[in-house]
Protein backbone atom coordinates (compact mmCIF):
# COMPACT_ATOMS: atom_id res chain seq x y z
CA UNK A 1 0.00 0.00 0.00
CA UNK A 2 1.32 3.65 -0.70
CA UNK A 3 1.66 5.75 2.06
CA UNK A 4 -1.56 7.79 3.25
CA UNK A 5 0.36 10.97 2.65
CA UNK A 6 2.77 12.30 -0.23
CA UNK A 7 4.83 15.53 -1.22
CA UNK A 8 4.55 14.30 -4.70
CA UNK A 9 1.37 15.71 -6.62
CA UNK A 10 -0.84 13.31 -8.54
CA UNK A 11 0.36 12.83 -11.92
CA UNK A 12 -2.36 14.27 -13.82
CA UNK A 13 -1.95 17.59 -11.61
CA UNK A 14 1.26 17.61 -12.74
CA UNK A 15 1.02 17.42 -16.21
CA UNK A 16 -1.82 20.06 -16.74
CA UNK A 17 -0.67 23.54 -17.94
CA UNK A 18 -1.26 26.15 -15.50
CA UNK A 19 -3.42 28.98 -16.10
CA UNK A 20 -1.64 32.37 -15.76
CA UNK A 21 -3.16 34.92 -14.24
CA UNK A 22 -3.91 38.28 -16.41
CA UNK A 23 -4.38 41.47 -14.26
CA UNK A 24 -7.20 43.44 -16.68
CA UNK A 25 -6.68 47.43 -16.53
CA UNK A 26 -9.04 49.62 -14.92
CA UNK A 27 -12.05 50.05 -16.54
CA UNK A 28 -11.82 46.35 -18.20
CA UNK A 29 -13.60 44.12 -16.27
CA UNK A 30 -16.78 42.04 -17.58
CA UNK A 31 -19.07 44.41 -16.39
CA UNK A 32 -16.88 47.82 -18.22
CA UNK A 33 -17.14 44.94 -21.47
CA UNK A 34 -21.53 44.30 -21.34
CA UNK A 35 -21.53 48.47 -20.79
CA UNK A 36 -19.44 48.92 -23.74
CA UNK A 37 -21.66 46.74 -25.65
CA UNK A 38 -24.91 48.51 -24.36
CA UNK A 39 -23.61 52.12 -24.98
CA UNK A 40 -24.56 52.51 -29.01
CA UNK A 41 -21.02 52.22 -29.74
CA UNK A 42 -20.16 50.32 -33.53
CA UNK A 43 -18.25 48.01 -31.78
CA UNK A 44 -17.57 46.29 -35.55
CA UNK A 45 -15.47 49.26 -37.25
CA UNK A 46 -13.09 47.71 -39.43
CA UNK A 47 -10.27 50.70 -39.71
CA UNK A 48 -7.82 48.97 -42.31
CA UNK A 49 -11.24 48.30 -44.67
CA UNK A 50 -11.98 50.95 -46.98
CA UNK A 51 -15.94 51.60 -45.87
CA UNK A 52 -15.14 51.82 -42.14
CA UNK A 53 -17.74 50.73 -40.31
CA UNK A 54 -19.94 47.55 -41.05
CA UNK A 55 -23.20 48.96 -42.05
CA UNK A 56 -24.09 44.80 -42.83
CA UNK A 57 -23.34 41.23 -42.32
CA UNK A 58 -20.81 39.76 -44.80
CA UNK A 59 -19.84 36.83 -46.14
CA UNK A 60 -16.35 36.33 -45.72
CA UNK A 61 -14.48 33.80 -46.64
CA UNK A 62 -10.81 32.26 -44.94
CA UNK A 63 -8.35 34.56 -47.53
CA UNK A 64 -10.08 37.71 -46.00
CA UNK A 65 -10.35 36.84 -42.53
CA UNK A 66 -6.60 35.98 -42.48
CA UNK A 67 -5.90 39.74 -43.44
CA UNK A 68 -7.43 41.18 -40.18
CA UNK A 69 -4.73 39.62 -37.70
CA UNK A 70 -3.27 42.41 -36.58
CA UNK A 71 -3.58 43.84 -32.88
CA UNK A 72 -5.25 46.86 -34.11
CA UNK A 73 -7.46 45.23 -36.32
CA UNK A 74 -8.26 41.55 -35.44
CA UNK A 75 -11.19 39.18 -36.64
CA UNK A 76 -12.02 35.76 -35.59
CA UNK A 77 -14.04 33.11 -36.51
CA UNK A 78 -16.47 31.14 -33.99
CA UNK A 79 -18.95 28.51 -35.39
CA UNK A 80 -19.57 29.99 -38.54
CA UNK A 81 -19.49 33.76 -37.59
CA UNK A 82 -17.24 36.01 -37.61
CA UNK A 83 -16.36 38.80 -35.05
CA UNK A 84 -14.38 41.98 -34.60
CA UNK A 85 -12.11 41.02 -31.79
CA UNK A 86 -10.55 43.87 -31.73
CA UNK A 87 -12.49 46.29 -29.05
CA UNK A 88 -12.90 43.02 -26.71
CA UNK A 89 -8.86 42.81 -26.57
CA UNK A 90 -8.33 44.33 -23.24
CA UNK A 91 -11.32 42.88 -21.87
CA UNK A 92 -10.18 39.47 -22.56
CA UNK A 93 -9.92 37.31 -18.82
CA UNK A 94 -6.80 35.55 -20.13
CA UNK A 95 -5.08 38.43 -22.05
CA UNK A 96 -4.72 39.70 -25.35
CA UNK A 97 -1.91 37.45 -26.12
CA UNK A 98 -4.13 34.42 -26.05
CA UNK A 99 -7.02 36.65 -28.03
CA UNK A 100 -4.21 37.18 -30.52
CA UNK A 101 -4.13 33.45 -31.46
CA UNK A 102 -7.31 33.49 -33.58
CA UNK A 103 -6.90 36.47 -35.07
CA UNK A 104 -7.24 35.99 -38.79
CA UNK A 105 -8.52 32.66 -38.55
CA UNK A 106 -10.98 30.15 -37.43
CA UNK A 107 -10.54 30.15 -33.51
CA UNK A 108 -14.08 27.30 -32.89
CA UNK A 109 -12.34 23.96 -31.78
CA UNK A 110 -9.89 26.23 -29.47
CA UNK A 111 -12.70 27.94 -28.29
CA UNK A 112 -13.94 24.96 -27.72
CA UNK A 113 -11.03 23.42 -25.63
CA UNK A 114 -11.04 26.31 -23.39
CA UNK A 115 -14.38 28.16 -23.23
CA UNK A 116 -16.73 25.53 -23.40
CA UNK A 117 -18.78 26.92 -20.86
CA UNK A 118 -19.17 30.94 -22.71
CA UNK A 119 -21.69 31.67 -24.67
CA UNK A 120 -19.72 33.46 -27.48
CA UNK A 121 -22.58 34.92 -29.39
CA UNK A 122 -23.55 36.44 -25.94
CA UNK A 123 -19.91 37.56 -25.61
CA UNK A 124 -19.27 39.33 -28.96
CA UNK A 125 -22.58 39.77 -30.18
CA UNK A 126 -21.52 43.54 -30.91
CA UNK A 127 -19.07 42.79 -32.78
CA UNK A 128 -20.37 40.18 -35.28
CA UNK A 129 -19.24 41.71 -38.85
CA UNK A 130 -20.50 38.31 -40.80
CA UNK A 131 -20.78 35.11 -41.87
CA UNK A 132 -16.98 32.60 -42.49
CA UNK A 133 -18.23 30.99 -46.34
CA UNK A 134 -16.12 28.95 -48.26
CA UNK A 135 -13.39 30.40 -50.52
CA UNK A 136 -15.68 31.33 -54.06
CA UNK A 137 -14.10 28.89 -56.76
CA UNK A 138 -12.15 29.80 -59.76
CA UNK A 139 -14.06 28.70 -62.46
Known sequence: MPPPTTTRPPAQLAKSKK?????????HSPLDWA???TSGTDLRVCPSCLIGAVTTL?????????????????????S????????YLAFHPGGEKELMRV????????FALT?????????LDACLV??????????
Open 19 to 27: REKVVLAPG
Open 35 to 37: ALK
Open 58 to 78: SRIPPSVLRMHNKRDDAWAAF
Open 80 to 87: GKVYNITP
Open 103 to 110: AGRDGTKL
Open 115 to 123: HAWVNVDFM
Open 130 to 139: GFLVPEPSSS
